[in-house]
């Protein structure tokens, strides 16, 4: 199986140019997936897809093995939402929600380990330390 079977520059195959994983900064160096821009802070800003990465994975068994991935032009990308008032604080009421332990109810200085779904302490039945809980003197 070659990669050239991905490789569709003129999107004559896929309607969309597709390039193989990897390639499309060989061919257009103006191109990023979503993740990638967000890396360099900026947002896809409403612009249409560009063209599309194509590469095969085990994991997408029921598209037949393919995976695709969105390809936006950096060129045509707006920088990231400025912090509002408004979001900063419903990004802190996240992160708090996420540092708050749904037995104890106690909020913590780090978040909740997602695969205990609550503080270590009332798994193990121990006692927080000062330094863990938020607002502490420690
Ligand atoms: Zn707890």
């Keep these: 199986m070659s990669a050239a079977r991905f490789l569709d520059p003129a999107g004559e195959r896929y309607g969309v140019p597709t390039y193989p994983w990897g390639w499309a900064f060989?061919?257009?160096?103006?191109?990023?997936?979503?993740?990638?821009?967000?890396?360099r802070g900026l947002r896809p800003g409403g612009q249409q897809v560009a063209a599309q990465l194509m590469w095969r994975s085990r994991k997408a068994r029921r598209s037949g093995g393919i995976r695709t991935a969105a390809l936006f032009r950096i060129s045509l990308a707006k920088p990231k939402l400025?912090?509002?008032?408004?979001?900063?604080?419903?990004?802190?009421?996240?992160?708090?929600?996420?540092?708050?332990?749904?037995?104890?109810?106690?909020?913590?200085?780090?978040?909740?380990?997602?695969?205990?779904?609550?503080?270590?302490?009332?798994?193990?039945?121990?006692?927080?330390?000062?330094w863990e809980l938020e607002g502490s003197a420690a």
């Design 26 to 39: 060989v061919f257009d160096p103006d191109l990023a997936t979503r993740k990638q821009l967000a890396a």
């Design 82 to 130: 400025p912090m509002t008032p408004a979001r900063s604080r419903a990004l802190a009421a996240a992160l708090r929600a996420r540092r708050t332990c749904p037995t104890c109810h106690l909020v913590f200085t780090y978040c909740m380990p997602t695969s205990l779904g609550q503080c270590p302490n009332c798994v193990y039945g121990y006692t927080p330390e000062p």
